[in-house]
C-alpha cells in the first residue's frame, strides 16, 4: 500500500522543494517556447480562465524564468488583492461614519436649543379613527384633545388605521412648505397598529396651535391641528 503523507506540513515541504525546482533546475536563457507575458499574467491574475490540461502550463513548470515571472506576477495580485480589501473596509468604515455623522445632525436639529442631559419626555398622539386631510393646501380638521408638551420629546404616534409600516416623515409648522420642526422614524406594527416613534424637539416653539405633517415618503402631507402646551 503506498504510503500516506503524515501531515500537512510534509506537503508544505515538498511544494517548497518543488518550486525551488522549477525557479532553479530549468534554465531557459533563450527563453525556447515560452508561452509569452500575456499567458503567465493570466495564470497570475485570473487563474480559472486557463483550463488545467493546457500544455503550456506544463512548459512554466519546466522553465524557470517562466516560473519565477509567475510567482512575481502572483506576489503582485495578492498585494492587488489586499489594497482592495482594505479598501472596502475603509469604504464600510467611512459610511458607517458618515451615518453616524448624519444622526448625530439630525439629533441636533430635532432636539436644537433644548438641555440634551434631560430625559426626552414621553408623549403619545392617537391619530387611529382621524380622518387626515391631504395635499399641499390642507384645510385642517378641528380636534380635540390632539396636544402635545414643549421640550425634548420621544414621540410615538398611532397612525390611522391601514397605515403602512416604513419609514415617515413628520414636521411641525404655520404655513405650508414652512416647516418649524421637522423628524423622521420608522412605523412598525405593534399588536396590530401602525406605530410610528421618533425624536421631536418643541421647545423652542411658542405655545398655541400648530399644523401637525406626516408622510410615508413619495406620498403626500397628512395634517392636523395640534396645541403644543
Known sequence: MADTWKSTGEDRKLLELLAKSALEDYPNPERNGCPGNEFVRR?????????????????????????????????RAA???????????????????????????VSHDNYAGENRN?????????????????????????T???????????????????????????????EIDKPLVT???????????????????TARLPAGKYLLGIRKPPTDWTFNTVTLQ
Not at 81 to 105: D, E, G
Not at 144 to 169: H, I, Q
Not at 185 to 192: L, Q, T, W
Open 43 to 75: 495564470l497570475a491574475f485570473d487563474r480559472p480562465s486557463v483550463a488545467l490540461d493546457d500544455a503550456r502550463l506544463d512548459h512554466i513548470l519546466h522553465c524557470s524564468p517562466c516560473f519565477r515571472e509567475l510567482k512575481e506576477l502572483q506576489g
Open 79 to 105: 498585494q492587488k488583492h489586499r489594497r482592495r480589501t482594505v479598501s472596502i473596509f475603509a469604504s464600510a468604515v467611512a459610511l458607517l461614519l458618515a451615518s453616524a455623522c448624519v444622526w448625530f445632525i
Open 118 to 142: 434631560a430625559m426626552p419626555l414621553v408623549a403619545q398622539i392617537d391619530l387611529q379613527n382621524r380622518a387626515l386631510t391631504r395635499g399641499v393646501s390642507p384645510t385642517p380638521q378641528v
Open 144 to 174: 380635540d384633545n390632539l396636544s402635545l408638551p414643549r421640550g425634548r420629546l420621544r414621540l410615538t404616534v398611532l397612525l390611522p388605521f391601514a397605515s403602512e409600516p416604513g419609514t415617515y416623515e413628520v414636521e411641525v409648522l404655520k
Open 183 to 201: 423628524s423622521s422614524g420608522r412605523a412598525v406594527i405593534v399588536n396590530g397598529v401602525s406605530t410610528l416613534t421618533l425624536p421631536l424637539g
